[in-house]
């Protein structure tokens, strides 16, 4: 059965750090492209970042350039999500996808594979 599972969601402060990882199971997804989604409350999911399967690509929202950081582990087929400098703007339901057999891309309908989502949340 082929599984995404994130974790390393919670609550921080504004200006806090979270790091989140999505933990691929069931087949490698080592050659997929890889990103991070979210949905606030009452909100359309919106994409967040984007990984290429050799980490040669990546891709941000503008909201979060400079403050989050994609990056994967194929040996250990895992994706994570840095997230610095958060912002209440930030609180979510992020989840993790798998783009199969293609560099990745900023469209939810691409994506292949998904997982059930992490809560964070971000007070001001």
Sequence with gaps: QVQLVESGG????AGGSLRLSCAASGRTFSRDGMAWFRRAGGKEREFVAAISWNSDWTYY???VKG??????DNAKNTVYLQMNSLKPEDTAVYFCAADVMSIGSRAAADYDYWGQGTQVTVSS
């Design 67 to 72: 403050r989050f950081t994609i990056s994967r």
């Design 61 to 63: 929202t503008d909201s």
């Design 10 to 13: 919670g609550s921080v402060q």
